[in-house]
């Protein structure tokens, strides 16, 4: 059967989002709800994916469809294609699965040329309004079809208007309109080589083309790559007869949310503009007005947008982003969607939609991507340095948070400013989807044109990045690289600080501080903690970072890394003397300098913890990386272990591995020199007993040994664990409970789990080195080529961010069936980097872990994650 590729709005609805995006699914289902929607038509994704199999052609099947619904539509409207009397024009719009600034969005007032633009006048009676659509129309069709870039476009805009002394484009007379649309002509015989199209199919059948092909660019790559969209779904592509929002002062157009997008709160929010269309508003040209203002200028019409907006959420039970037309005082809408939000906003409008009765909980719980919680869980401004700030400029609140940084002013030195590890703000005069990777790479984003749903806005907040636009003050010189403001110019690497809760600028860098969970955040956690059944405990080092886990709600320690606390300079030097010692004796002296500091170490994180499981892991790295390594360095050492240099030379030399990640580390290290696991039991016991009798906390610390392959290894190590560890409690007269266990890092512990689990009364699954073994790919190095595998679609994800649950995932699936049979009741869960990600996370649910373990500021994040994967696998 021949494929349909063609559906009219009144063949669609809400549910056909993969076949006719979401913007062509959603006016679908507005038309067949009975709103007024401008009647029109949708080119599918599955068009689109046609059209790459052709070679990026459009076969004639798929046109003669096309036109076929274009005949429909003139029937419909009463109107003509191209007709001289009573031309149809019609908007072209993209529309994938999932909105995605960076593609081809939107080209309107198609269908006019030297003919039709008179019989649109005479028709309308209007010839201003029909030569204003025409020079918008052959503006945006040069640049999205024909890439001719737009600045070209608006710089004759500008000079006919300084020529006759204009200040907004409303004030341009039917002639100026006329000489720009000339201008606008050559400029594009000039560039294209060719005349603009005068034929309106030829026009349509381009413009389908470039919604297509925009599909592929590199902006639209990087914004799926960011997102996770998969590269193979495609675009739909609407067309739609056009309504005029341009017809004079009883037309107008404007963009609406149905709560702030911001924070949540339960009041439409958003801009209109009168006699003016789309682009206009978006892009920051004129400055709109606030919606609330359309109820003085056209009061019905602001009651039934009212009256629409309330349905529209009612209907998809979620905050809506609409947009509308106003033609001579009759409204239609041209889109309503899901609207972006900020992570505030999501959990305000999550919890408050629970207790409005609207959704349940659990639709609440599942409504909300864990990662953007990230949003919230970042530092603000320290108040007492924020008071002492010079506020500098005020702009809109378009993306909140706080950010520092140094100023650059376009993406190419933003991005390489942040490579060299500089926090960057990005400043521009305003946005565009070629932004798309400073926007990434910065800590904040700052314009000087531009309303709240302006590109600038609507893309970081997207991205949970802190911006503030629209900031009029700043005149911003991106040629010359500065800004000025009241008199003071700021250069490139100045830096800056923005508030982007209030739209505030600053001059200097500002302090931070750490988040709070309360209000309706700490009530969402509260949902969630119901529900899950995974417990939430964090890889911590430090009593600062176990105490801000705590706060997060974090319920233990699931790797506590003690290599780190080697490195402090006080201690470095016995750590370095411990490992070139030439004999037992010398290597026992520097380690009983290293025994009271690495028991306060635990005493501190112990006390931070209270009474919550502390799983401390035994030192993991080669000992070369705590070596120095230049001449300069190593003579130093020499001097303060007072050892020759030479010697100190060839110790140094004989550490080194060809390849240390899978040479002599992790427990091959307590193999040759049990003394250092020695000392660090030692340290761990004594610290349990001094917090207990000292602070009445009882600890039962969790001791777990790195990088187990062999069942024999863990059997030496834990015997010298028990040892060292019940001599110590039994010199003492207080009673200390422990447990050993072992990290899953190595395939072969995997497939070997029910030996090891005769000694192991735990598994914490370290999915960093297991993925790099399963692989054979260095953690360090892969970064060079997985860019490239994504690309090509190997990997959908990096498999050291979301765990590869295939191969990876069946190794842990055999370790834990395994190690049960011999041990029904160990103890399981995993401490690599994956403990931390909301994908990993559903599937350490499904396989029936009892904890992750992630870094402090992604406990909330796993907290949420945890409790979906619970609803989502009921
Ligand atoms: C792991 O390998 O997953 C792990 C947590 O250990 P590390 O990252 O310290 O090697
Ligand atoms: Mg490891």
């Not at 341009?172 to 060719?194: F, H």
């Not at 070629?434 to 000087?448: F, K, P, Q, R, W």
């Not at 969630?528 to 233990?556: C, H, M, Q, W, Y």
Request: net charge negative.
């Amino acid at each position: 059967m021949k494929t349909k590729y063609v559906y009219a709005f009144e063949d669609g609805n809400k549910e056909m989002k993969s076949l006719l995006g979401g913007k062509g699914a959603n006016l679908a289902e507005m038309t067949k709800i009975g709103l007024p929607v401008p009647p029109g038509f949708t080119v599918s994704t599955e068009a689109c994916n046609q059209y790459y199999k052709n070679n990026k052609s459009i076969d004639d099947e798929m046109v003669d469809e096309l036109f076929q619904h274009l005949e429909l539509l003139e029937e419909k409207i009463g109107k003509k294609f191209g007709s001289n009397e009573h031309p149809l024009l019609v908007s072209v719009r993209s529309g994938s699965v999932f909105s995605m600034p960076g593609m081809m969005d939107t080209i309107l007032n198609l269908g006019l040329n030297d003919e039709t633009v008179v019989a649109l006048s005479i028709a309308t009676g209007n010839e201003r309004f029909a030569y204003d659509s025409y020079r918008r129309f052959i503006q945006m069709f040069s640049d999205v079809v024909l890439n001719i870039p737009k600045y070209k476009f608006e710089h004759i805009l500008d000079r006919e208007k300084d020529l006759h002394q204009l200040e907004l484009d409303t004030e341009l007379t039917v002639q100026n309109l006329k000489n720009i649309i000339q201008s606008y002509k050559e400029l594009v015989k000039k560039e294209w080589k060719k005349d603009f199209p005068q034929e309106p199919k030829e026009q349509l059948l381009m413009a389908v083309k470039a919604v297509f092909d925009s599909w592929d660019n590199p902006r639209a790559m990087v914004y799926r790559d960011l997102h996770d969209i998969p590269h193979h779904l495609g675009t739909a592509v609407n067309i739609q007869s056009m309504v005029f929002g341009n017809m004079g002062n009883t037309s107008g157009t404007g963009v609406a949310f149905t709560r702030n997008p911001s924070t949540g709160e339960r009041k439409l929010f958003g801009e209109f503009l009168m006699n003016a269309q789309g682009e206009d508003v978006v892009a920051g040209i004129r400055t709109p007005q606030s919606i609330a203002h359309l109820k003085n200028v056209m009061p019905e019409a602001y009651d039934q947008f009212v009256t629409v907006a309330n349905l529209l959420e009612n209907h998809y039970k979620d905050m809506q982003d609409i947009e509308f037309t106003i033609e001579n005082s009759k409204l239609y809408l041209l889109q309503t969607r899901n609207g972006k939000r900020t992570a505030a906003a999501a959990i305000n409008i999550a919890v408050e939609m629970v207790e409005e009765g609207i959704i349940d909980r659990n639709t609440a719980l599942v409504r909300i991507d864990p990662i953007q919680l990230d949003q919230l869980l970042h530092p603000t401004f320290e108040e007492k340095a924020l008071n002492e700030a010079e506020k500098i400029a005020q702009g809109l609140p378009a993306s909140p948070g706080a950010a520092t940084g140094r100023v650059y002013f376009n993406a190419h030195d933003v991005v390489k400013a942040v490579s060299e590890g500089e926090k960057a703000i990005l400043v521009r005069q305003e946005t565009s989807p070629e932004d798309i990777e400073g926007m990434v790479a910065c800590s904040g984003i700052l314009t000087a044109r531009g309303g709240m749903t302006s590109h600038a806005a609507v893309v970081a907040r997207g991205m949970g990045k802190c911006c503030v636009a629209g900031c009029g003050e700043i005149k911003v010189d991106e040629t010359n690289k500065i800004f000025k403001v009241n008199g003071e110019v700021y250069q490139e690497g100045d830096f800056i600080s923005l508030d982007g809760n209030i739209g505030n600028v600053y001059k200097g860098s500002i302090p931070t501080k750490e988040p709070e969970l309360s209000g309706n955040f700490g009530k969402l956690m509260e949902w969630a903690d119901d529900v899950r059944s995974l417990k939430i405990r964090t890889n911590a080092d430090t009593p600062r970072d176990a105490a801000i886990a705590v706060k997060f709600g974090a319920e233990g320690i699931g790797l506590c890394r003690t290599e780190h606390m080697f490195f402090e300079e006080e201690r470095i030097p016995a750590v370095r003397q411990m490992i070139v010692a030439k004999s037992l004796e010398e290597r026992m002296t520097a380690l009983d300098k290293l025994l009271p500091y690495q028991k306060e170490d635990f005493v501190g994180i112990f006390t931070a913890m209270g009474e919550r499981p502390v799983t401390v892991r035994l030192l993991d790295p080669p000992l070369h990386e705590f070596l120095p390594h230049s001449d300069e360095d190593i003579r130093m050492l020499a001097g303060q272990i007072n050892i020759d240099i030479k010697t100190l030379k060839e110790t140094v030399e004989e550490l080194k591995e060809f390849n240390p990640m899978l040479g002599h580390r992790g427990c091959r290290l307590a193999i040759t020199y049990p003394e250092i696991y020695e000392m660090q039991v030692k340290a761990i016991i004594m610290a349990a007993i001094e917090v207990k009798k000292e602070k009445n906390i009882h600890v039962e610390p969790e001791i777990m040994v790195p990088l187990i392959g062999h069942e024999k290894e863990l059997k030496i190590i834990k015997d010298l664990i028990i040892s060292t560890a019940n001599k110590i409690i039994a010199s003492s007269d207080t009673k200390i409970e422990y447990m050993i266990g072992t990290m899953i890092e190595v395939p072969r512990a995997a497939l070997t789990a029910d030996e090891i689990a005769e000694h192991a009364e735990f598994f914490s699954f370290g999915t960093n080195d297991l993925t790099q073994m399963t692989y054979a790919f260095s953690r360090d190095d892969s970064g060079k080529f997985i860019g490239e595998y994504r690309k090509k679609e190997i990997f959908e994800k990096d498999p050291f961010q979301r765990l590869d649950q295939v191969g990876v995932g069946k190794l842990m699936k055999i370790a834990l069936d395994l190690g049960k049979t011999t041990r029904p009741d160990i103890k399981l869960g995993i401490c690599g980097e994956h403990g931390g990600d909301p994908d990993s996370i559903d599937f350490c649910h499904r396989i029936g872990l009892h904890y992750v373990s992630c870094s402090p500021y992604r406990v909330p994040i796993a907290r949420l994650a945890a409790a979906r994967a619970a609803v989502l696998n009921k």
